[in-house]
Nanobody, 127 residues
Framework: QVQLVESGGGLVQAGGSLRLSCAASGGTFSRYAMGWFRQAPGKEREFVAAISRIVGDTYYANSVKGRFTISRDNAKNTLYLQMNSLKPEDTAVYSC????????????????????WGQGTQVTVSS
């Protein structure tokens, strides 16, 4: 069973950048499709980005496409989310999620597809 720990959140001005990391342990990282989700106060959790376990295919929510980049380093057991051109509406708790799969190129965008979650890291974008 994989454990996930996010880091890299913080306070940034609009237009700025942050890079989130998600360190995985307790499992073979390359066996997991990965995703990032976020939840703002009073709102439902929403999908941000996903990446397949081997091929590196990616998929983004329309709200972040062109500004955010998801990537992974299987040798370091780490998932990343590079966030550029941040907007106040990006303010949320960001969580990484993992789903074991045998498929090399599977992408998952629904929270219920991911059984493993990190505790989240706060991102606040000031205007």
């Amino acid at each position: 069973q994989v454990q996930l720990v996010e880091s890299g959140g913080g306070l940034v001005q609009a237009g700025g950048s942050l890079r989130l990391s998600c360190a995985a342990s307790g499992g073979t990282f390359s066996r997991y499709a990965m995703g990032w989700f976020r939840q703002a106060p009073g709102k439902e959790r929403e999908f941000v980005a996903a990446i397949s376990r081997i091929v590196g295919d990616t998929y983004y929510a329309n709200s972040v496409k062109g500004r955010f980049t998801i990537s992974r380093d299987n040798a370091k057991n780490t998932l990343y989310l590079q966030m550029n051109s941040l907007k106040p509406e990006d303010t949320a708790v960001y969580s990484c999620a993992a789903a074991w799969t045998t498929e090399r190129s599977t992408l998952m965008s629904r929270a219920r597809e991911y059984p493993y979650w990190g505790q989240g890291t706060q991102v606040t974008v000031s205007s």
